[in-house]
Structures are given as C-alpha cells and as structure tokens.
C-alpha cells in the first residue's frame, strides 16, 4: 500500500519560512520523480517544484529563488524548504510521486495536503 504522509504546515507570517516533508512507503522512492503541488481556494491545482531521481529541480516562477525542493533517498523522503513566504502562497500543499517530469501532471500517488497560511 502507497503511503505518502505530509508534515510541517502551518500558519506563518509573510516573510517567514516553513519546511514541508513528505515521507513515503509502499514505492521505490529513489526512482520516482516527486514534486510538491499547491491549491489556493478558487484556483486550479499547479505544480510547484519537481525533483528526478538524480536530483535535478524544476520550479514554478513565482517561487523561484524562494523554495527549495529536496529529496533523501535514504529515508524515503522530500523536503519543501518556503522561505520569504507572500499571502499569495497560501494553500493546501501536495506531494507527489511518480509525476510526469514533460507535461507536469501528477502521478497516481498523492498526499493528504497540509495547510500552508501565510497572514500577518
């Protein structure tokens, strides 16, 4: 059974800093690509950040230069480092595993979502 547990949410003020992590079960991690999506109440459901096997990243443009994807092959897991947080990053965030790295869709297994606010 795929298992994908997210942690590290939470309320923070604009221009704060939250770590999401992602650990996951049930899949060959190291050979999936996982990624992090996000969905802002009203809005479609976008991708954020991605990262391969080998560790090459790809992020959406407003967050580059703000977060900071990472993964441990050795304990199953993928980080979401959210630095310089905006209210505009506000939503429920997703991981991912198995995404297609072309066309960004997302693959069969996803997170229960943890809330990110960003509010002062």
């Known amino acids: 059974q795929v298992q994908l547990v997210e942690s590290g949410g939470g309320l923070v003020q604009p221009g704060g800093s939250l770590r999401l992590s992602c650990a996951a079960s049930?899949?060959?991690?190291?050979?999936?690509?996982m990624g992090w999506y996000r969905q802002a109440p009203g809005k479609q459901r976008e991708l954020v950040a991605a990262?391969?096997?080998?560790?090459?990243?790809n992020y959406t443009d407003s967050v580059k230069g703000r977060f900071t994807i990472s993964r441990d092959n050795a304990k199953n897991t993928v980080y979401l480092q959210m630095n310089s947080l905006r209210p505009e990053d506000t939503a429920v965030y997703y991981c991912?595993?198995?995404?297609?790295?072309?066309?960004?869709?997302?693959?069969?297994?996803w997170g229960q979502g943890t809330q990110v606010t960003v509010s002062s």
């Open positions: 990262i391969t096997s080998g560790g090459t990243t």
């Open positions: 049930g899949i060959i991690f190291r050979l999936n690509v």
């Open positions: 991912n595993a198995g995404l297609s790295w072309t066309t960004k869709r997302g693959g069969a297994y």
